[in-house]
C-alpha cells in the first residue's frame, strides 16, 4: 500500500509550502483544504488514499483539520503522430498512420492546489 508514502510526501511538502508563510511571532499557517488530481491509471486507490490521508493528518501540525479533495482524472490516449484521440475500448493503434497510441492523461497524481490562512503581519 503506497498510498501512506504518497500521502507522507504530500504533508512533507505542503508542511514546507505552510513554512514559507511563517510570520515570526505569529501562529503557524493553517491549511484547510488540499486539491488533488489522480489519474485513473496512476495505481493509487483513492479509498485506500483517503484513510491514509485521515491517519497521517494529525502528525502534521499545520494540516491537521485539513480535508481532502480528489479528482479523478480519466484515461485519455492520442496518436503521437496524427493527434487522434482514442476512445474508451478502442484498439490503441491509429488507423489513419498506423502508430501505437501514447498515454495523454491518467497517470498522473498532481498537488494542485492548497488552500490555507496565513497568519497577518500586522
Excluded at 28 to 56: H, N, Q, T, W, Y
Excluded at 65 to 72: I, K, M
Excluded at 75 to 85: E, K, L, S, Y
Excluded at 94 to 122: F, K, N, W, Y
Amino acid at each position: 500500500m503506497h498510498e501512506y508514502s504518497i500521502v507522507q510526501s504530500l504533508l512533507d511538502r505542503v508542511d514546507q509550502v505552510a513554512g514559507n508563510y511563517q510570520v515570526p511571532g505569529k501562529p503557524p499557517a493553517r491549511v484547510e483544504r488540499l486539491r488533488l488530481k489522480i489519474g485513473e491509471l496512476s495505481g493509487v486507490e483513492v479509498p485506500l488514499l483517503r484513510s491514509a490521508f485521515d491517519l497521517c493528518r494529525p502528525q502534521c501540525p499545520v494540516c491537521a483539520t485539513a480535508e481532502l479533495e480528489v479528482e479523478t482524472v480519466a484515461a485519455q490516449w492520442r496518436c503521437p503522430g496524427c493527434g487522434t484521440p482514442f476512445h474508451r475500448g478502442q484498439a490503441l493503434r491509429c488507423t489513419p498512420c498506423g502508430r501505437p497510441a501514447r498515454l495523454d492523461a491518467g497517470d498522473e497524481i498532481i498537488l494542485e492546489r492548497i488552500e490555507m490562512e496565513v497568519p497577518s503581519h500586522v
